[in-house]
């Protein structure tokens, strides 16, 4: 039986007072697991206790009513226990066979499509967006959904060479991490000031620490405090302006999205990979971003369609070639893509300290 951890008064609660009893009892102690089906887990333990597992896609910012909804679910036709994945599906634990059919039922007709196990495309790691995060250049969410309704099909089905993890960044700082195709936002100009706020809003030094390529200094505009940009040296990250909104990046022509491919966090089967830029300059276009979907289906549709079987894009990339990838997918190539280039190293800071 798996004991309590010792509460802290800092982290995350303890997750085991949240499993499922079955769960609990049999912590560390399973033979094995398999799949009956698209988006169903079965787990097998040494004792002989089975339990079914049930993944859904769900919005994942969600409103009270969807969430009740959700739990009225799993009241109803599970055993009343859940569990969100970090690509914010919802899970439902049955610990009887019966109650499997019924609880996919009852997700689907509710609207929740159940899949994103296995070989599928799985819900994309998306970043918090406007609703959290005081930066995105664009809307996160809203790109996912317009995405993940022409995937549909790839979620519910286990029909690729491998698992496929897609993410999306509504910044150049990219918390939505590495991924199998990533859609990153990308500023292309550097920040504009408005120098009669600088003063009254900013903490110049912070500001100056914040550019990771030391391109900002402090200066004297106008006769006020302010602060001016290297643009030689920016990379339009807009680290900057968090702790200063004058600094002002994002740019309804100028803040465009790119691409990226090949990225990986977990070891298995194969070290963790960072992604690459293969794609760049595409609009930023609300509401469904066309431009967008339509360059990682077809990114997407060549990996399924070319790759062999239990390849990940990073191995089906690193076995065909950057140059094989570009044809296929029809992209063009230019100098800017990639990350490979050889001044790379001393544009990025490559420790803690600040250089100017
Ligand atoms: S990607 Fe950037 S803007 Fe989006 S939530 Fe993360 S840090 Fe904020
Ligand atoms: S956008 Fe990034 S690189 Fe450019 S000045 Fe701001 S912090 Fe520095």
């Not at 997750?15 to 094995?32: C, E, S, T, V």
């Not at 807009?238 to 702790?243: F, I, Q, T």
């Not at 431009?291 to 790759?307: G, P």
Request: charged share 20%; proline share 8%; glycine share 6%.
């Amino acid at each position: 039986m798996a004991t309590m951890r010792t509460p802290i008064e800092s982290g995350v609660p303890d997750n085991k007072q949240y499993l499922h009893p079955l769960m609990l009892k049999n912590y560390g102690n399973w033979k094995y697991h398999d799949r009956p089906r698209p988006g169903v887990l079965h787990h097998v333990s040494h004792t002989g206790d089975e339990i079914w597992t049930v993944r859904a896609g769900t919005q994942r910012q969600m409103d009270l009513y969807t969430i009740r909804k959700l739990c009225d679910i799993a009241d109803t036709y599970a055993d009343g226990h859940v569990r969100f994945t970090i690509r914010s599906n919802i899970e439902y634990m049955v610990s009887d066979a019966g109650r499997v059919a019924p609880l996919i039922e009852a997700l689907t007709s509710n609207g929740f499509p159940v899949g994103g196990t296995g070989n599928s495309v799985s819900s994309i790691a998306h970043t918090q967006g406007w609703l959290h995060c005081d930066i995105p250049g664009t809307d996160a969410s809203g790109a996912v959904k317009a995405l993940m309704d022409d995937l549909h099909a790839e979620f519910i089905k286990e029909e690729m060479p491998n698992r496929v993890h897609l993410s999306t960044s509504c910044c150049e700082i990219n918390c939505g991490g590495q991924a199998d195709i990533a859609i990153v936002i990308q500023h292309t100009k550097p920040p504009k000031i408005n120098h009669d706020l600088v003063a009254n809003m900013c903490e110049r030094p912070t500001v100056v620490a914040r550019c990771p390529v030391a391109a900002i200094r402090p200066a004297m505009v106008n006769g006020k405090p302010s602060l001016e940009i290297d643009e030689s040296k920016c990379m339009c990250c807009g680290a900057c302006y968090p702790p200063c909104p004058p600094m002002q990046i994002n740019d309804p022509e100028h803040s465009k999205l790119a691409i990226w491919v090949g990225g990986k966090n977990s070891n298995a089967r194969g070290k963790p990979t960072f992604m690459k830029m293969v794609a760049s300059g595409l609009p930023n276009n609300p509401p469904r971003w066309p431009e967008v979907s339509a360059m990682v289906k077809k990114i997407l549709y060549t990996y399924k369609e070319d790759a062999r079987s239990w390849e990940r894009v990073s191995d089906w990339i690193e076995r065909i070639g950057w140059p094989q990838f570009f044809e296929k997918c029809d992209l063009p190539f230019t100098k800017y893509l990639i990350d490979d280039w050889r001044g790379s190293r001393s544009s990025l800071n490559a420790s803690t300290h600040i250089r100017f």
